[in-house]
């Protein structure tokens, strides 16, 4: 078989909802599994998500595009919900009658995990099954804004049942490398901290990027009170938890657009492009941001992305 497997967003402007976890992590994470199961079974895999769009409707069409231009037999689009933090569970879109059959299977599938049966819902509504040429599914594995829902995820075993339910088998266990999340890193020692300063350009008192040997020295003190005084915490000048907290969450490089964000990030983003620092995602910043975008050849539509975020902190 032929699959083309739409890893759901990821595309900026196209972005994943978020919730107690980012849709757009999960998505990845899901999708790349899914994908190499598929190739360990022997079967053809055609990823269908795009590289880069100028909007979310620009990329869904070159997602459907992709897929029919590829001849494949089965297209699946792989998404997670979020809604109240009240609804759980899962659901499974198709349009058509074979449409219909491979998702009540891998609607199935997961179910098995203890995931709410949502059911299968007509999706002839959905750009991307509905302007597909070959039998095609959008999975909706679970909500990233419940915690039963959350609590019951893992990402290995909702590739598993995606991949038996829609070819009845699995292959044996071999390794995908999982997505890394920054807001979950548990270290913290003093070498992680200062490369972390340092690919965030905070420097010491004397504007010099940290040594990375390990030491709290003064210099590294000076620079953890820098940071702290940027994303408004309090300048202790050690790293308790609520800055690892600040320098994950910066590290995690979400998507930020405007009107759509607040806090630490903007703060720092604030810091970086030299404008007032109030955590506010508003025109002034937005303005800094396309013009930074401009300066570094990027597309200037003012959402950190990852290709923005690549430039600020690589």
């Known amino acids: 078989m032929k699959y083309g497997i739409d890893i759901g967003h990821n595309c900026?402007?196209?972005?994943?909802?978020?919730?107690?976890?980012?849709?757009?992590?999960?998505t990845v994470d899901v999708g790349n599994r899914v994908i190499a199961k598929l190739k360990a079974l022997g079967h053809q895999v055609v990823e269908c998500k795009p590289?880069?769009?100028?909007?979310?409707?620009?990329?869904?069409?070159?997602?459907?595009?992709?897929?029919?231009?590829?001849?494949?037999?089965?297209?699946?689009?792989?998404?997670?919900?979020?809604?109240?933090?009240?609804?759980?569970?899962?659901?499974?879109?198709?349009?058509?009658?074979?449409?219909?059959?491979?998702?009540?299977?891998?609607?199935?599938?997961?179910?098995?995990?203890?995931?709410?049966?949502?059911?299968?819902?007509?999706?002839?509504?959905?750009?991307?099954?509905?302007?597909?040429?070959?039998?095609?599914?959008l999975v909706e594995g679970c909500f990233i804004d419940s915690q039963k829902d959350m609590a019951l995820y893992n990402p290995e075993a909702m590739a598993?049942?995606?991949?038996?339910?829609?070819?009845?088998?699995?292959?044996?266990?071999?390794?995908?490398?999982?997505?890394?999340?920054?807001?979950?890193?548990?270290?913290?020692?003093?070498?992680?901290?200062q490369k972390a300063l340092n690919r965030l350009k905070i420097t010491d008192q004397d504007g010099k990027p940290l040594a990375e040997d390990g030491a709290n020295g003064p210099k590294t003190r000076s620079a953890i009170e820098?940071?702290?005084?940027?994303?408004?915490?309090?300048?202790?000048?050690?790293a308790d938890q609520n800055t690892w907290n600040a320098i994950n969450q910066i590290l995690a490089k979400r998507?930020?657009?405007?009107?759509?964000?607040?806090?630490?990030?903007?703060?720092?983003?604030?810091?970086?492009?030299?404008?007032?620092?109030?955590?506010?995602?508003?025109?002034?910043?937005?303005?800094?941001v396309k013009k930074y975008q401009q300066q570094n050849g990027l597309t200037a539509d003012g959402i950190i992305g990852p290709i923005t975020w690549q430039k600020l902190i690589g």
């Open 160 to 193: 598993n049942a995606i991949v038996k339910g829609l070819t009845g088998k699995l292959p044996d266990n071999i390794p995908v490398d999982p997505v890394e999340d920054e807001e979950q890193n548990p270290d913290v020692t003093i070498q992680r901290l």
């Open 51 to 137: 590289t880069s769009a100028s909007t979310v409707g620009d990329s869904l069409r070159k997602r459907c595009a992709k897929a029919n231009a590829s001849n494949i037999d089965v297209f699946v689009s792989i998404h997670f919900n979020a809604f109240n933090r009240q609804a759980n569970g899962t659901e499974v879109f198709a349009a058509s009658d074979a449409g219909r059959k491979i998702a009540k299977s891998v609607l199935n599938e997961i179910v098995k995990l203890g995931f709410f049966n949502r059911g299968v819902k007509n999706g002839s509504h959905l750009y991307v099954v509905r302007n597909t040429d070959m039998t095609a599914i």
């Open 255 to 288: 998507i930020i657009r405007v009107n759509h964000a607040g806090g630490v990030a903007v703060r720092y983003l604030q810091y970086r492009l030299g404008v007032g620092v109030d955590g506010i995602y508003g025109p002034q910043t937005e303005t800094a």
């Open 12 to 26: 900026p402007p196209d972005t994943g909802a978020r919730g107690i976890k980012f849709e757009d992590n999960l």
């Open 226 to 238: 820098k940071f702290q005084r940027i994303v408004d915490i309090q300048q202790t000048g050690n």
